[in-house]
């Protein structure tokens, strides 16, 4: 699917079944709410572009993002939940504007793999601590980050690609 405008989900609480959101191509700002103890899976068998803002609330139930494919970021990531968000594939950030991370609630940020692909002067700036648990690879654009928002890897964890030009 190809949409172009703001995009606003949000399940009721009594919703029971499995929701998913996978395929799309955003032109615009994506909003997606979990309300209910369903399970909430994006990028399930396919992956979505985001080339817009890309916001996930979490308020009950499981939210998995980048579920078995990457999710494609073009500018912001903004989570917001004490619990229940997991990354479980790739994330990228591509395009050539800035883009940040952010958690507006209280859950660790820890994503098991991470591509900057930043084109032109884009860079993505950290507003909140990211943790890396698989991989972190650079094709282009920096990570910005400042105390206390680090960069953490996590145990095991490797990075590649950097250069003068990414890191």
């Known amino acids: 699917n190809s949409i172009t405008g703001t995009v606003n989900i949000s399940d009721d609480a009594t919703n029971t079944g499995l929701?998913?959101?996978?395929?799309n191509l955003v032109n615009g700002n994506t909003t997606i709410t979990?309300?209910?103890?369903?399970?909430?899976r994006e990028s399930y068998t396919s992956s979505n572009t985001y080339n817009g803002n890309a916001s996930?609330?979490?308020n009950a139930?499981?939210?998995f993002l980048s579920y078995d494919h990457s999710m494609i970021l073009n500018q912001n990531l903004t989570v917001n939940s004490a619990a229940g968000?997991?990354?479980?594939d790739s994330v990228i950030f591509r395009g050539s504007s800035n883009g940040i991370i952010q958690q507006l609630g209280t859950q660790?940020?820890?994503?098991?793999?991470?591509?900057?692909?930043?084109s032109g002067s884009g860079n993505v700036t950290l507003n909140d601590s990211?943790?890396?648990?698989?991989?972190l690879t650079f094709n282009g654009g920096n990570i910005?980050?400042?105390?206390?928002?680090?960069?953490?890897?996590?145990?095991?964890s490797k990075n590649s690609g950097s250069s003068a030009t990414s890191h």
């Open 56 to 58: 996930f609330v979490r």
């Open 19 to 23: 929701h998913y959101f996978r395929g």
């Open 85 to 88: 968000i997991t990354f479980s």
């Open 130 to 135: 990211v943790s890396v648990s698989t991989k």
């Open 61 to 63: 139930g499981q939210v």
């Open 34 to 40: 979990s309300n209910s103890a369903a399970q909430f």
């Open 144 to 156: 910005i980050s400042s105390a206390p928002d680090y960069l953490k890897f996590l145990d095991n």
């Open 108 to 118: 660790p940020i820890i994503m098991p793999k991470i591509l900057i692909e930043k």
